[in-house]
């Protein structure tokens, strides 16, 4: 109902202001794109005539240079306030895969600076993304990146090109082709979820689809209810508490409000405690980084795309050219934790549990176990399995490790003088 | 058809007896939960006047404080035969994740007690279920343990809270909320089967569903023609040939009787290839335990729930706090096994075959090369990797791990005896 | 509308020929197998009076001893078009997991020899076929390879025993109970493409089906369009490009010719990077082989089907009985390897780059680590990691090793001289 508001409006405007041109190219699209036009045809587009060259433009010559990308300004022209509530969102920011620095790669748009860098500047505005990305060969950023990742800037990617049936952009299926997936099954675990399967059996009415509740009222802003960034850390609590009543008033159309309060509070303890799970994976990591005791060292792999040859694991970690003990963390940090926590918040058990806490803890032995062989494989300075060292060289290597934990602030100052003065007390005390 | 006639039985007792309490509740509950109210309204009970106070009780105090609970028993007072049939079935008995000594636990019901122990005894009755539940959070254990897990008390698993249209029950997916997931993907593998594409392709005449061969007739027994137990054990004869018979009736309303028996066999076949798979996984596994070679071993690691700091290889076995071998023939056991067995019951070939069978075999190829890799490392007592070991040491070792087999039944006491004397013989000829 | 066209041709001749002999079986088998005859008598078949016992013969002795299969002969004396296209498909030559030598198998039917051999010759015309196959119990090989390698031979395989109605054939459905699972996950990617997303929520008008792009017209060959084979290797440049036209024809009903071009050219660019990457970690293994260093070597498992005890990672590669590291290879190869190309060619993102292209290359992560491990293991001959070995033996294993790179043709002639000569030269210097 409120959902087509915001475009009949447009519309209108959109009548008044434009005249009919599509004839012209229809004829030799019937024959060249027939189901195209098929599609147009039967369009609230057509019905409203909007024809091909209000979108497109009229310069053939162009066009075939594919010079004139119908994105999302173009329907910003009439659909205003679609395109505000999407720029509000994630669909709207920050998920262009080609952040990091792009200028050099073949065919980017040098307009990109303006998602990283004030203009005219080199700082970027906000940590860039994404590294994984600049791995890749231009077909797997095009077909395996961009083609989710182009929400930003094309309505085409819900809407499709000339149907946009409201029928497709109502039905949950739309969000299935990008929200499914090793990293974030969200359509997976929605279509096995109570609501998921309601849908299913009994319909809309009763079973509630992901646009009813990630755009109540027909907003283009998804995430709205949204109470944490994309790694799960809480938004700034004004908005963290202002995310959840959102989210609150849309669950109340079915439950109890206390209910949905509970419910909801119950994901937030299951992120936590996710989250505590991949902290120990990471500082067993970091540590054995410390000692040199990766196979291979970042040194000697190819470097980081933005980092160089240093130890990533935050957002920007990759899953290719990293050491055997990197790549399960990725699986853990990626798959097993986004699993968890969105399995919780969408109520699927099967995804909380086996698809996500099972596997986040099952990783986290064969992390385990990673780190002892390597810790037993032992390094050039540090003591081999079962061999008697130098204690000179041993301490030395204590006091190297504890000097790099209080450089990333997991020692305080006081601390990391009282571990150094253990270290040299025990070297006086073996020394011969 | 026959479906219904355990309920409109029912029904017209409740008429009788019970007056139209819900006009007091609907004028808040409108406002309040809108969309339970409606979907009450449309439902069976609306239309044979069962209120809410019918169900829920009169007394709001309670309410607000969730102590009035519509469980089995609340339902059962009208529909008293399905009550019944459930109660036969493994939906109806023994799958309370709670089970194990919970009394301590924060938040527990005294009364799940008789779950496991005759009235005043604290000696079990049944083994106690499960270390995996004790050893989760409360919000993982509510979400992604007893949201399927409480369907022994609750109708609302699978009939919903105010919907209880048969429409929902009698559709497929109504069982996909919980049969599926890693560690028993029935709903994947019936969505994959011939069984369920014919479903939906040509609908439930053609394509049979979970209820069709499993609630034949319209039974809440969803246990009749299971033939062995959840750990693929079969059954005493009687109970396997009975149950065997029940499950080829079904069949033959589509198949000859001797395609079915055959298929069906086809699954006893497999079955009982796949525990000998897994047999020789857990051998390797309790080997290295004898040898004190597990890392870590149990001694070393947060004690077992139910069995303490013990290796614990049976239904109870832990996903977390084990070593890297225990956790991968936790896969082999409760993932691979389970999809290789269901997956050639329900005539899926991909998830017997690829999902089940060569995950099996995978599994314990890595099993095996794990094992080689801990034998090498060594144990204090036996004989590290290329070192030669004081015979005396050795033979010890061996008469330690001859005595635990012998313990466990593996070797019977001749064999012992043989086995030890021989040991005992090759050290005296070794002795300088 | 074309796809019934070569049914009622047969019809036609059908009806002239064959008299209605039904009557005589339905008396009994309304009782017996009363969901086939309702499925026969709702069925096209039964509408041109085609009787059971024209499909099935009239000998009952025979049919209860199952003799009287009704395979593709059968169906093809009235649809000798859609044998005659079957044929030429994929679907219709080279799927019989029994190849490999099977004459020795109980109840193997000698006609097969022809798959692989002419008549009265022992020496294969083709690589034989499947030595996974031959590993498995006749459980295993019936229910989990021949439920769906029987395509060749049963049309019943996608149109059912008796349904044969045209809606189960034309929904793709019918596709997925084979073209789903871990190892070709085709069902799958389509579902979650807009293709699938499309289908599922408009309609197959605008939403494409397996059927609309492999059987376009109604063809029952399925490969047209296909330009590799099933390994990946693209098919001689005439009839590589053939296939590209017929393919790019499909597509322009929807899309324009250059957008389908540049989008099924980004999939040989997948595929050909994906090839590179699985080629680096067969050499990985390879050179382990010639190192002895596999554990455990060929030698000491049991023989490979067809190769007996040699190293196999071509496409008769075995998932059980190998090294770990061989089964990550297999993991490599038949999974990930076709969930990025397949997943490519049929425009999904998640399966192209995280199912496939991150997977791909966090297993040769995973080789790496495990080929390091074999590697400082070391073997009998060649150095152990730490120790010093004598320069004869070293320069001994070094030798052997490049022999059998250039026995394989890793080294042409020139190079094997010239790395020769390098060893034995260091090997005096080196000399007391």
Request: net charge neutral; with cysteine.
């Amino acid at each position: 109902m409120t959902m087509g508001r915001a475009f009949s409006v447009g519309f209108i405007l959109l009548l008044t202001a434009l005249p009919a041109l599509a004839d012209e190219c229809l004829n030799c699209h019937r024959l060249k794109t027939p189901a195209a036009v098929r599609q147009w045809e039967e369009s609230a587009h057509a019905k409203a005539r909007v024809g091909c060259a209000d979108c497109h433009g009229s310069d053939h010559a162009r066009l075939d240079k594919g010079e004139m990308v119908v994105d999302q300004k173009v329907c910003g022209r009439c659909h205003a306030k679609a395109l505000e509530e999407h720029a509000k969102s994630r669909h709207g920011m920050g998920l262009h895969s080609g952040w990091g620095c792009t200028r050099n790669l073949p065919g980017r748009d040098q307009n990109e600076c303006r998602h990283c860098h004030e203009e005219g500047s080199a700082k970027p505005l906000t940590p860039v993304q994404c590294a994984r990305f600049l791995k890749q060969s231009s077909e797997m950023g095009d077909l395996g990146c961009n083609r989710c990742h182009s929400v930003e800037s094309s309505c085409a990617s819900c809407h499709t090109n000339h149907g946009t049936s409201l029928a497709i952009v109502r039905d949950p299926n739309v969000c299935a082709a990008c929200h499914m997936g090793p990293d974030h099954p969200q359509w997976e675990m929605w279509q096995t979820s109570r609501h998921g399967t309601l849908f299913t059996s009994a319909g809309p009415a009763l079973g509630p689809t992901c646009q009813r509740c990630h755009m109540a009222g027909g907003s283009h802003n998804v995430s709205a209810g949204i109470t944490m960034n994309s790694g799960g850390i809480p938004y700034p609590a004004e908005q963290e508490r202002k995310g959840r009543e959102e989210m609150v008033k849309i669950c109340t159309d079915c439950h109890a409000s206390a209910f949905a309060r509970k419910e909801l509070a119950q994901g937030d303890g299951i992120r936590t405690q996710s989250l505590t799970i991949l902290k120990e994976a990471e500082q067993l990591i970091q540590d054995l980084a410390d000692r040199n005791m990766l196979d291979p060292m970042p040194e000697k792999r190819p470097p980081h795309p933005l980092s160089g040859p240093r130890l990533v694991l935050d957002s920007q970690m990759l899953y290719e050219d990293t050491s055997h003990i990197e790549r399960l963390f990725f699986k853990m940090k990626k798959y097993d934790y986004a699993r968890t926590v969105k399995g919780a918040y969408h109520q699927n058990a099967a995804y909380t549990h086996w698809y996500g806490n099972a596997e986040l803890k099952m990783d986290l032995i064969d992390i385990k176990a990673e780190a002892n062989r390597l810790r037993e494989r032992g390094n050039p300075v540090a003591a081999p399995a079962g061999k008697t060292v130098k204690p000179a060289a041993a301490a030395e290597e204590q006091l190297r490790v504890l000097k790099k934990k209080a450089e990333r602030g997991e020692l305080s100052q006081t601390e990391y003088e009282q571990e150094k003065g253990k270290v040299l007390r025990e070297l006086k005390e073996t020394a011969p």
